[in-house]
């Protein structure tokens, strides 16, 4: 099974993916922070190049001021990673250990990010599980609704330690190639053989329907002498990201809404001409916007400025 599932990656796996092709620990990190909640060819086209020409070494990030790192996120999303890897460089600016329980104790690496920068940087022989491995091994034990430890020692169980690297890649990708959520490809699949769930694949790995939440923002406007009033928000959503300030919704001052879509949240954004706010204020020239660190629902907010 181990030979099969290596020779299947080496015709098949993704080997072109950047992060696969460096000895780089932090390069590597890097990958793995930002592909937590987002597609992998997002990453590759609009983010981890340019992120990497910005603060090209640990010690680069861990100089630079927080602003500057979340505008290199602004529109990824999820920004909490953003400050945890800022934050995470700041402790350790050289290079990041190689010791599992080490690389725990530092901000928003948990117990995959761990196994994936000792798996994939440093080739130690560790199991990883992420959300793809999950649904290959789910399937191929036929387990229902399993604890994760029970999937890490499964996962434990069937690495290969004399290529635990290759495996755990080739694991990742035969969950995001060939097992898929739907209608997996079982006949392209190196597992076919032994797998325990291939006659009802779908029955392992039935997942919760997320609960999206409804949430209403009143946000006032205000440019003058080419510049916009913003706010440091403090809220967790977007914490230390610039926002537009909360106003008291009057209706005589609207001038637009749109929707916005952001992690659970189903955002319904009124924006009203302001001179007032109920927040702190500060001024930001329209034209350095770009390289401030704003959400991509401030830029959809552009077109009212
Ligand atoms: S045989 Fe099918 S269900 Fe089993 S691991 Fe392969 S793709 Fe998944």
């Known amino acids: ?24 620990i932090y390069h590597v990190y890097l990958s ?25 070494t640990l010690q680069a990030l861990a100089d630079a001021p927080q602003d500057d790192v979340l ?6 999303g999820y920004y909490s990673r953003a400050r945890n890897l800022h934050k995470t460089a700041k402790l350790s600016p050289l290079t990041l250990s190689q010791d599992e329980k080490e690389l725990l104790k530092l901000p928003g690496i948990g117990r995959y990010t761990a196994s994936a920068i000792c798996s994939f940087g440093y080739s130690q022989a560790v199991p990883v599980v992420d959300t793809n491995i ?23 169980e069937i690495l ?80 230390d990201m610039l926002v537009l300030p909360r106003v008291e919704p009057l209706e005589e001052n609207f001038i637009g809404s749109f929707k916005h879509s952001y992690t659970k949240y189903r955002i319904t954004v009124n924006l009203y001409r302001a001179e007032e706010f109920l927040e702190d204020i500060v001024w930001v020239d329209l034209n350095e916007l770009k390289s401030a660190p704003i959400s991509s629902l401030i830029k959809k907010a552009q077109k009212y400025f």
């Open 1 to 24: 099974m181990k030979k099969k599932l290596l020779e299947w990656y080496k015709q098949h796996g993704r080997h072109s993916l950047p992060w696969r092709n460096t000895d780089d």
């Open 32 to 56: 793995e922070i930002m592909l937590q909640q987002t597609q992998v060819n997002r990453v590759m086209e609009e983010y981890y190049p340019q992120f990497l020409s910005k603060f090209p």
């Open 71 to 76: 505008a290199a996120w602004s529109g990824l």
């Open 134 to 156: 999950a649904r290959v091994l789910k399937r191929y034990f036929a387990l229902i609704s399993p604890k994760d430890t029970t999937l890490w020692s499964k996962a434990t």
């Open 160 to 239: 290969n330690v004399e290529f635990p690297r290759a495996h755990n890649l080739a694991l990742m990708d035969l969950g995001s190639m060939v097992c898929l959520p739907k209608n997996p490809k079982c006949q392209e699949c190196p597992f076919q053989k032994h797998c325990l769930g291939k006659e009802e694949p779908e029955l392992y790995t039935q997942t919760k329907k997320t609960i999206y939440e409804s949430l209403e923002l009143f946000y006032g406007v205000c440019v003058k002498e080419n510049r916009v009033a913003l706010h440091y928000s403090t809220e967790k959503m977007y914490k």
